[in-house]
């Protein structure tokens, strides 16, 4: 039982070039999360999938674009990287418990763009 | 945006002593609330969740949560070196799902 899985654990981009993170989880939950972690600016949602088939927005969506492939996987890419989005990416997935839904993290990419 | 505020700290406490920390939240709607650990470098690893008022204990944790005064507490008891690290407070938001962070509470438990 892996958990939360991503890929790449890090990457260097030139502006302008584009990539995709992979997310995977084994733990059968519904909801699964892109998050960015920046220095003093702490953990921001950047897309989110309630359940497979779903997608909606977080709070800093602009540049990104997400796929739920299928239950277990969820990228997040990255069309034309920019210097500031420079951060440590993670991924999250929840069950839902009926009193909340417990977020469970992957390790995290680090992404450097040049 | 709803906001989860937490002191940046450092919060530094000797060993075996009771480290206190504290979060506000601005929406009164929410319904679930988190404390997680961040090692500097790794990802964030729950520690407590607590979903009504009053206290949650679990171990040397304790998490309190006051919706009236919106406000989320967590104490560690017997604080060892090994709890330093950054504490993150997170929210439910307007899904239900996603979760609002504080940017986090750094502790440091000297020896």
């Known amino acids: 039982n892996a958990g939360v899985t991503q890929t790449p654990k890090f990457q260097v981009l030139k502006t302008g070039q584009s990539m995709t993170l992979q997310c995977a989880q084994d733990?059968?939950?519904?909801?699964m999360y892109w998050y960015r972690q920046d220095p003093g600016m702490g953990l921001r949602l950047i897309y989110y999938s309630a359940s497979e088939g779903t997608t909606d927005k977080g709070e800093v969506p602009n540049g990104y674009n997400v796929s739920r492939l299928n239950k277990r996987e969820f990228s997040l890419r990255l069309e034309s990287a920019a210097p500031s989005q420079t951060s440590v990416y993670f991924c999250a997935s929840s069950g839902w418990s009926g009193t909340g839904a417990t977020q469970y993290f992957g390790p995290g990419t680090r992404l450097l763009v040049l | 945006q709803k906001e989860v505020e937490q002191n940046s700290g450092p919060l530094s406490v000797p060993e075996g002593a009771i480290a206190s920390l504290n979060c506000t939240y601005s929406d009164r709607g929410s319904q679930s609330f988190f404390w997680y650990r961040q090692y500097s470098g790794k990802s964030p690893e729950l520690i407590m969740s607590?979903?009504?008022?009053g206290d949650k204990e679990d171990g040397r944790f304790t998490a309190q949560l006051n919706k009236a005064s919106q406000y989320v507490s967590l104490l560690i008891r017997d604080s060892q070196p090994s709890d330093s690290a950054t504490y993150l407070c997170?929210?439910?938001?307007?899904?239900?799902?996603?979760?609002?962070f504080g940017k986090g509470t750094s502790l440091l438990v000297t020896p």
């Open positions: 607590i979903y009504s008022n």
């Open positions: 997170a929210v439910t938001g307007n899904s239900g799902y996603a979760l609002n």
């Open positions: 733990m059968n939950h519904n909801s």
